[in-house]
């Protein structure tokens, strides 16, 4: 017997089989969720081109980084502080790497890079 709460009726869900309201009861009643992806095979399937073209993408933007440590570092204060708008972008550059927008985070990285090493950014020491 299925509780009222889970009957199909307003605002609650039709079922997703003959006899199936899509809540377990016992064994298992929901469909099946996918497939196991073996990501070799996966990468064989798209093509390298793909893959060679992230690897590429993660790499410029490892090279943007590493340009960006010195060039933050250098326009901290003698406090370790940064300036609010350099903390932002940087956490957009996170942001982006984050949700896999690898291009994304390599323009704002070396866009960053490049306004910071100029040398109208130096702080006087």
């Given at each position: 017997m299925v509780p009222a709460q889970f009957r199909p009726g307003p605002g609650r869900p039709e079922p997703i089989g003959e006899g199936c309201?899509?809540?377990?009861?016992?064994?298992?009643?929901?469909?099946?969720?996918?497939?196991?992806?073996?990501?070799?095979?996966?990468?064989?399937?798209?093509?390298?081109?793909?893959?060679?073209?992230?690897?590429?993408?993660?790499?410029?933007?490892?090279?943007?980084?590493?340009?960006?440590?010195?060039?933050?570092?250098?326009?901290a204060g003698d406090d370790g502080s940064i300036d609010p708008r350099i903390e932002s972008e940087l956490l957009a550059i996170t942001g982006a790497v984050s949700r896999g927008r690898t291009d994304e985070a390599l323009v704002r990285a070396d866009r960053l890079a490049d306004l910071l090493e100029h040398p109208a950014s130096r702080r006087p020491r």
């Open positions: 309201t899509g809540v377990s009861e016992g064994g298992s009643t929901m469909r099946s969720m996918g497939r196991v992806i073996r990501i070799d095979e996966w990468l064989q399937r798209r093509g390298r081109t793909e893959a060679a073209a992230l690897s590429d993408a993660l790499a410029r933007l490892e090279r943007s980084v590493r340009r960006l440590d010195p060039a933050v570092r250098r326009a």
